[in-house]
């Protein structure tokens, strides 16, 4: 069975050699502070700049992306282990043009699969990666031992925070968890909820300072996103705010940091050299 699944992978890896799919885990160090709407948005404005991008939420049980966007999946992604559903059968196409895969419930119940069925996930997942330029983990808020294991197999990490003193403890806690494990996986950092340019600015100086003395790593701001009542109304009304309103100032400033983003004139790890997110995801997701 081994001898197999490795010639499968060789296969799948000599397929995909000139596929390059970017995968970026988002995280926040404490709940509420618009995790999963960031993502969300971010990856419509993706698709709207011509990229094929798949969201896949990974908040199990208090995933909230089939609310934000006022559609529902039919199955998840616990489906497919407990009830042999095709992994591309979970695919649903949502508002924006975004492919999305729901986390459901009932993934605890991951330690009861067998090799057969995780080999067949890394068959049929890979594949999927093939399809998309952008893979997008909405992660759940917080961090533990399972969500650090998923995002030391990702390329790059988002980490939303606000300007509450709470929220930048908690996205440095998150962070520094994350830097003990590999100090080499980049972070991008995402002020939101501001009330002004300079206290986003002063947010992610002070993040910026800690992460640097402490850990002696630095981060990239990705961008910052104001108070904007465009964004309540949006939730209120099952849609995407960047689909309401693309005037909207939290609208008009998601465009340009998902442009800054997509030029990636930034200055990371040049040794972060790392094997395929297969590979990782075997090693740090599913070997026990």
């Given at each position: ?11 799948l890896l000599q397929h ?192 910026s300072k800690v992460l ?77």
């Open positions: 069975m081994e001898d197999q699944a490795e010639k499968l992978r060789e296969k995909h050699s000139n596929i390059q799919t970017k995968t970026i885990a988002v995280i926040s160090g404490k709940g509420g502070v618009g995790k999963s709407n960031v993502s969300l948005n971010f990856a419509i404005t993706l698709h709207k700049k011509g990229h094929k991008v798949l969201l896949f939420d990974m908040d199990i049980g208090m995933g909230n992306i089939d609310i934000l966007m006022g559609a529902s999946s039919i199955y998840s992604i616990a489906d497919f282990f407990i009830n042999d559903v095709p992994l591309k059968n979970m695919i649903t196409e949502i508002p924006g043009g975004i492919h999305y895969i729901s986390g459901g419930t009932g993934l605890s119940r991951l330690t009861k699969i067998t090799e057969e069925s995780i080999q067949a996930f890394f068959a049929q997942f890979f594949n999927l990666l093939g399809d998309y330029e952008y893979v997008i983990f909405d992660m759940d808020a917080g961090m533990n031992e399972s969500s650090l294991r998923f995002i030391l197999a990702v390329d790059e990490v988002i980490v939303i925070t606000t300007c509450e003193p709470t929220s930048i403890t908690d996205a440095y806690a998150a962070m520094k968890y994350i830097t003990l494990a590999n100090k080499m996986i980049p972070f991008f950092i995402i002020v939101n909820r501001v009330q002004t340019e300079k206290e986003g600015m002063d947010t992610y100086t002070r993040i640097n003395h402490f850990l002696e790593k630095n981060a990239v701001l990705l961008g910052i996103l104001p108070e904007d009542p465009i964004i309540p109304q949006a939730v209120n009304r099952q849609i995407p705010f960047i689909k309401l309103n693309e005037n909207a100032p939290a609208s008009k400033a998601l465009f340009s940091m998902v442009e800054k983003y997509c030029l990636q004139n930034f200055e990371l790890p040049t040794n972060f050299k790392k094997p395929h997110f297969i590979t990782r995801l075997k090693r740090f997701l599913f070997e026990r």
